[in-house]
């Protein structure tokens, strides 16, 4: 079928992070694993990895998302770069948003994570540029969470790969090759044919578009969407970074990025993406995002956070694309009915490395967690109707602080 001869091959389509970190975890658990990995773009990370805020939270409501949580967060820490434990914050100042905080602290504090409430006092002294803190505001504070900077863990992890053995390839993949319900390779736009034994895709937001093409693969919902990011002007002076902030209320969250702050909102209807391009983001939609974001930052901010209250709010302005599913959860295990197959897809930065990890284990037959594999699982929204679950999809949008990312 194939000019590549060992059918002992596994191909990862994508080199975002999800792709990236499980090339790597299979290279070092199996050194003489031959692995491929095939991105469209290999000299920029044009994915959704490459747009990430790459603030990261690990307490979740949901158990399966914060133990992936602390598993990524785990995994960080062993590289040299690109991840800080510079904490992060969530702000209220109604009565219903704080009793919402004590319940959130009571929460991590059984899940092992440490956290404590601020008052008005203690977050004056963080030299935050909030400028809605009174003594009716509280924040939890988060220390063990921190900050990513998502392409530089996305190249490490390459790198490291790369001198484990592992294949790179910039290509971009037409359609995916099954014969009696296996599957047997994938095809090139150019025409090219790869046999592999195993085939994982991590997609992110042109997994849909891609499976629409094989009619031997089940249908998943995953539903891309918009979503905007403003970054303020640069600063004048460097300064050590700051812990995220999180409006929980307000679907509003912002981030230090040392040398300037960013701030993005889910305070809009939800915008289904159905053009993609070649990378992770579409034009800046006028309409929905500028109300959005004078909300986001009217009365939120110090003038010296570096925000206009008016567009275009900032000096830079982006309108991301990412994937959300029915539950707000990834899609992640074997694709039922299609022998090695394998999904990794709709996974936040928050939770890659974990989720590499257990599809790491799944795919090598050894023991991992079946709870968290059942809760992924790309086959637990089997029987519903294609145009339901998109429906549910896109209002789990506006509910990302219900599960955090």
């Known amino acids: 079928m194939s ?5 002992n091959l596994t191909i990862i389509i994508g080199a975002g992070i999800v792709g990236s970190s499980l090339a790597y975890f299979l290279s070092e658990s199996t050194p003489k694993a031959n692995i491929l990995v095939l991105d ?15 603030f990261i939270g690990q307490y979740n409501e949901k158990s399966s998302l914060t133990k992936l949580a602390i598993e990524s967060v785990k995994e960080y820490a062993k590289l040299s770069t690109g ?23 009571e929460a991590c504090k059984k899940a092992g994570l440490p956290a404590r409430l601020l008052d008005e006092k203690e977050m004056k002294a963080l030299g935050l540029p909030i400028a809605d803190v009174s003594s009716e505001t509280q924040a939890l504070l988060f220390s063990d969470d921190g900050v990513a ?15 484990n ?28 044919i790869l046999a592999c034994q195993n085939l994982v ?44 902030m999180r409006w929980p209320e307000s679907h509003v969250y912002s981030r230090d990025h040392g040398s300037r702050y960013g701030v993005g909102t889910y305070d809009h209807a939800p915008q289904r993406v159905s053009s993609l391009g070649d990378t992770a983001t579409v034009p800046w939609s006028n309409e929905i995002f500028n109300p959005a974001m004078t909300r986001a930052i009217s009365g939120r901010f110090l ?15 982006v309108a991301g694309v990412f994937s ?12 039922a009915g299609v022998n090695g197959l394998w999904m990794a897809v709709a996974v936040w930065v928050t939770h890659a490395a974990g989720c590499a990890r257990l599809l790491e284990k799944m795919m090598l037959g050894e023991v991992y967690d079946e709870e968290i594999a059942r809760d992924l699982d790309p086959a637990r929204f089997a029987g519903v109707n294609a145009d339901e679950l998109e429906q549910t999809a896109l209002k789990q949008y506006n509910d990302i602080y219900n599960t955090d990312h």
């Open 3 to 7: 000019n590549n001869t060992d059918q």
């Open 40 to 54: 469209r773009s290999l000299s920029t990370i044009a994915g959704s990895t490459g747009y990430a805020p790459g």
């Open 83 to 105: 991840f800080a434990r510079d904490g992060g914050l969530e702000i209220a100042s109604t009565n219903a948003g704080i009793e919402m905080l004590r319940m959130r602290l």
């Open 149 to 163: 900077e998502p392409k530089i863990l996305c190249s490490t992890y390459r790198d490291m790969a790369s001198s």
């Open 165 to 192: 053995g592992v294949s790179f390839k910039e290509a971009s993949v037409s359609n995916i090759a099954v014969e009696d319900n296996t599957i047997t390779g994938v095809i090139l736009e150019s025409g090219e």
């Open 201 to 244: 895709l991590a997609t992110g937001i042109w997994t849909a578009s891609l499976l629409q093409k094989s009619s031997a693969i089940p249908f998943v919902p995953v539903v891309p969407v918009s979503h905007p990011y403003v970054y303020a002007k640069d600063r004048q002076h460097d300064v050590s970074t700051t812990p995220f």
């Open 303 to 317: 003038p010296e956070a570096g925000f206009s209250q008016e567009a275009p709010f900032g000096a830079e302005k």
């Open 324 to 335: 959300v599913t029915p539950d707000n959860m990834p899609l992640l295990g074997s694709v």
